[in-house]
């Protein structure tokens, strides 16, 4: 069972910068990807943001050019750099893993319990 846990999430005003943390007990570099969602009330789940241990990268449109994922594998750490945010960034922001479990099987998702995000002035 790999569990996940994120922090840095809080309050920030419009055009501010925020870093999440995602710690992992598994070992990183067994993990085939890992990345963000967030949920906003009363909206879907929607993907903001993934690495691969390729490190292939994939961002939302709406975050592209302000946010960066990336991932420490020495600390078994992934991280969110949001930049310039705005109030529909708002949100519960959940971090995921992605593993392997045999050929031919599909991939296995892990979930955090996720930290908030709110910007407003």
């Known amino acids: 069972q790999v569990q996940l846990v994120e922090s840095g999430g809080g309050l920030v005003q419009p055009g501010g910068s925020l870093r999440l943390s995602c710690a992992t007990s598994?070992?990183?570099?067994?993990?085939?990807?890992m990345g963000w969602y967030r949920q906003a009330p009363g909206k879907q789940r929607d993907m903001v943001a993934s690495?691969?241990?390729?490190?292939?990268?994939k961002y939302a449109d709406s975050v592209k050019g302000r946010f960066a994922v990336s991932r420490d594998n020495t600390k078994n750490m992934l991280y969110l750099q949001m930049n310039s945010l705005n109030p529909e960034d708002t949100a519960v922001y959940l971090c995921?893993?992605?593993?392997?479990?045999?050929?031919?099987?599909?991939?296995?998702?892990?979930w955090g319990q996720g930290t908030q995000v709110t910007v407003s002035s």
């Open positions: 995921y893993a992605a593993i392997f479990t045999g050929p031919s099987s599909p991939l296995k998702f892990y």
């Open positions: 598994e070992n990183i570099d067994d993990i085939y990807r």
């Open positions: 690495i691969t241990n390729g490190d292939t990268f």
